[in-house]
């Protein structure tokens, strides 16, 4: 199923925070912990006529209960409006 988000709004595929860090140290995870970070699976269009704040790929931050949920084939994700992502992250080496 392809989706489509309506206008300011992207579609995130969200990200669950690491379980061990590079060290090997287990980190566990609250079981109501909201996701965050997600990656840019279909952006909207902008009603204003400005370059939507990210493109399909990226990685981005989230206000933490900004999201609308949406449950497709057994997977989640989130339709974010645009005002609610504060950055864009890239892997450091």
């Given at each position: ?39 840019v699976i279909e952006v909207g ?31 989640t994700f989130f339709l974010i ?5 504060l950055a864009i992250t890239e892997?450091?080496?």
């Open positions: 199923m392809k989706i489509h988000p309506s206008n300011n709004y992207v579609l995130v595929e969200p990200k669950e925070a690491q379980d061990v860090t590079k060290s090997g140290i287990y980190i566990p995870k609250p079981t109501d912990e909201v996701p965050q970070m997600g990656k269009k902008s009603e204003d006529d400005k370059l939507p704040p990210c493109k399909i790929g990226d990685s981005v931050v989230f206000k933490k209960y900004s999201t609308n949920e949406l449950k497709v084939e057994d997977k409006e645009f005002k609610e992502i892997e450091t080496k």
